[in-house]
């Protein structure tokens, strides 16, 4: 199992402005600390307490709703709004909401700063190689993606005046795009990309990186993770195709399940139960409100079992295996991911035996229920022969025991040169290592 403290802050020299971030958060995290006490005194203990209080009784609330139906669920909904709003009142009522207010932005303060001093140097985004423009670059654009983006956009058009071959994935019936894609390498194509939903690009992306040709990701579906994590534009995918006349080579690593490539994130238990039901393509909500209270604690559906060879999950109602992990912040694990280079999978394994439990994830990644790990190799067994799988939002149903691997560096990937996602990867506080950069004085490293 590889370890999940990632990545963790530069080794060397600390530069002055990460210092003064560092010693900012500990001066951020004290004051919110010492106007607590000094405003609210003992009733400060009390304010912590109602506070922790009214998240468990939402969580709990919130499980409640997942796991019945009729009026329980409907009950349970009101509970989960109701109290944190309980709990803003006492505060108001107290006197103190100011204070509260105060000391979270505070927190929020102490937090920033911190991530912000952690990063490592050179570490604003993968890195960038210089390549030639191809030349005889091929896209498959699929205009029913995103809704309609492909022509709203005008993302052909554009793209045929920029030199490339574009097919267009209309008409009755199924284009199998790993055909097209493979005659247009045996014509002579130097690039393949894709305008489309993520489970389709993970095929093409699989053909480019056998290949060893550059992948071009246009964000012209509906969530467009893999390009949110590139850096890409989802709000204009027409920007994406800069690519092709000033752009950069990145490289990425790749997930494997089975003989399946994924770029984003294969899932097993209730999720990916939920998506193989006929009714769930007419309508999501209600498909998965009405399967969840079977799955979750009616022992419906497989019994699964998760192990790297070191950490192993017993019973797990959910989990998710990532091409890379997800931001150390995303408890869910369902966000960014800081890189997609790391050469690890991520994988988040959650067992809900019941309401106590869900109040335990007020601790977040803390929570016994939450199991958070990273390794290059992870088996998800089960007690059938086969379970249901989502690869990429693709609804599948695969042999156990099912292997997930991952290929580092596997695959090219051209993108614009200025894409507005590329940020610098902040990782999860660690007081320890903060301390240690908040009182160093610029010397040698040790």
């Known amino acids: 199992m590889t370890d999940t403290t990632y990545p963790g802050p530069a080794v060397g020299r600390p530069t002055a402005t990460r210092r003064w971030l560092a010693r900012l958060a500990f001066l951020a995290a004290g004051a919110a600390v010492v106007v607590l006490l000094a405003v609210a005194g003992v009733r400060s203990i009390a304010l912590l307490v109602v506070g922790t209080l009214g998240m468990a009784v939402c969580l709990v609330a919130v499980w409640w709703f997942l796991t019945h139906r009729g ?6 909904a009101v509970l989960a709004l109701a109290a944190p709003v309980t709990v803003l009142i006492l505060y108001a009522r ?4 100011w204070l509260v207010l105060l000391c979270a932005a505070l927190w929020a303060v102490a937090v920033a700063a911190g991530r912000f001093a952690l990063v490592r140097d050179g ?8 390549t030639a423009p191809p030349g005889r670059p091929f896209l498959i654009m699929n205009p029913r993606s995103g809704g309609g983006k492909v022509e709203r956009f005008g993302l052909a058009a554009k793209a045929r005046g920029l030199g490339a071959e574009v097919v267009l994935l209309e008409g009755a019936g199924t284009v199998d795009v790993a055909v097209l894609a493979r005659q247009a390498l045996a014509s002579g194509a130097d690039l393949l990309g894709v305008a489309g939903g993520d489970g389709t690009q993970a095929i093409v ?8 040709v550059p992948f071009m990701v246009i964000s012209a579906g509906t969530r467009n993770h893999f390009a949110m994590d590139l850096g890409l534009d989802r709000a204009d995918p027409s920007t994406c195709l800069d690519a ?17 490539t994924f770029v984003n994130n294969a899932s097993f238990g209730a999720y990916a139960s939920v998506v193989q039901s006929p009714a769930y393509r007419d309508d999501k909500t209600a498909t998965t409100l009405d399967m969840l209270p079977e799955l979750l604690v009616g022992h419906h559906g497989p019994r699964l079992r998760v192990h790297d060879g070191s950490t192993v999950v017993a019973g797990p109602q959910a989990v998710l295996v990532s091409n890379n992990p997800y931001a150390a912040t995303d408890v869910a694990g369902l966000g960014k991911r800081d890189r997609l280079d790391t050469g690890t ?17 007020v601790r977040g990644r803390h929570s016994k229920v939450v199991t958070l790990f990273t390794a290059t190799e992870v088996t998800v067994d089960a007690d059938t022969a086969t379970i249901p799988v989502g690869v990429d939002g693709e609804a599948l149903s695969m042999p156990t025991p099912v292997r997930c691997t991952i290929r580092p560096g596997a695959l090219r990937v051209r993108v614009p040169r200025k894409r507005p996602g590329v940020k610098a990867s902040r990782p999860a506080m660690n007081w320890t290592q903060l301390g240690h950069l908040a009182v160093s004085t610029g010397g040698p490293a040790r």
């Open 71 to 76: 009026a329980l669920r409907w009950l349970a």
């Open 345 to 361: 999978l991520g994988v988040l394994a959650v067992t809900v035996g019941g309401a106590a439990d869900a109040a335990s994830l």
């Open 244 to 260: 092709l006349s000033d752009g950069v080579e990145v490289r990425t690593d790749l997930g494997r399940i089975g003989d399946r």
């Open 205 to 212: 992306a699989a053909i480019a990186a056998e290949a060893g």
């Open 94 to 97: 107290s006197g103190l909401l």
């Open 123 to 130: 570490e604003a985004g993968p890195v960038e190689y210089e």
